[in-house]
């Protein structure tokens, strides 16, 4: 195989794309340390939003006896890819729903795509 | 001592030409590439913070790029998926289509070849072959050892000829 770079730019483009990109540091928060810990952030609370909700039910669903049945832990595998099947045919998330949790997820296609389809495995 | 303002518009002048070249041969064309970069430079900014100089300054630019490169190839395969589409398709497509491609027909043929790549092989053989980076520069960025790289990349020149030789039998 020979090698001739066979793509090319529109004119002034390198120069242009260095000027919008110094212009970042101007268009946004200057970069703190809080930034490192933000995903750490969005964890907790996504952990305190099931918590929340799964006290919600446990109120609502108050028995008797401890069935041993944990509301939290069963929300919490609902938002598992293992479960996007189920809700999917509850129809309690909508497809939108599902494209937007598995483009934010680090679920690998692999997986998404044996839990979406897997009747054709 | 610099400022972060100062050490990030070095950091564009040393690297942004360089990395936009890398990052439009693996997502094949030119709005997708400049888009990726803008991504790839935020994300460079807000980052700076956290870099404490144990990688080279060079190693951790090209691992922040190649990292989002991936994501963004990523969820580029989801959404084809959604939609029952075939990514590798969909990015052989993209190069067919390239209004700034002005290779001959043989060289779109290698380019689509290289695009229908699984994404891990692309950036490996893309690094190795446009990029020429050393083995051991891409075992620094992607944290994979030189023997697997190798390997990789001699599997990824293997399914271009496939790739190719294919193309031309359909023809």
Known sequence: MTKRNPISVPEGYFQN??????????????????????PYLAYAASLAVLA????????????????????VSYLAQSLDPDGLVELKEAEELSEDDIRNYLLASNISVEQINMTLYEEDY | MESPEQVFNKIV????????????????????????LQDIFLKIWTALPSFRGEAQLYTWVWRIAT???????????????????????????????????????????????????????????????????????????????????????????EKVKLNLSDSQVSK
Do not use: C
């Open chain 1, 17 to 38: 794309l260095e000027q919008r990109l110094q212009q970042i540091p101007a268009q946004t928060a200057a970069p703190s340390r809080v930034h490192r810990f933000a």
């Open chain 2, 13 to 36: 002048k040393d690297y942004s030409e360089r990395l936009y070249w890398h990052v439009r041969r693996m997502v094949g064309s030119h709005q997708d590439a400049d888009d990726l």
């Open chain 1, 52 to 71: 929340v909700i799964g006290n919600f039910i446990l109120g609502k669903t108050a028995v008797q006896e401890d069935t041993g049945w944990d509301y």
């Open chain 2, 67 to 157: 990292n989002e490169t991936l994501n963004w190839l990523r969820k580029e395969k989801v959404r084809a998926m959604l939609r029952f589409a075939s990514a590798d398709e969909l990015a052989a497509q993209k190069v067919e289509a390239d209004p700034y491609f002005n290779g001959t027909d043989a060289e779109r043929e290698v380019a689509k070849a290289i695009a229908r790549l699984p994404e891990k092989q692309r950036q490996v053989f893309i690094m190795r072959w446009w990029d020429e980076l050393s083995y051991e520069e891409i075992s620094a960025i992607t944290g994979t050892s030189v023997g697997a790289l190798k390997a990789s990349y001699h599997i990824a020149q």
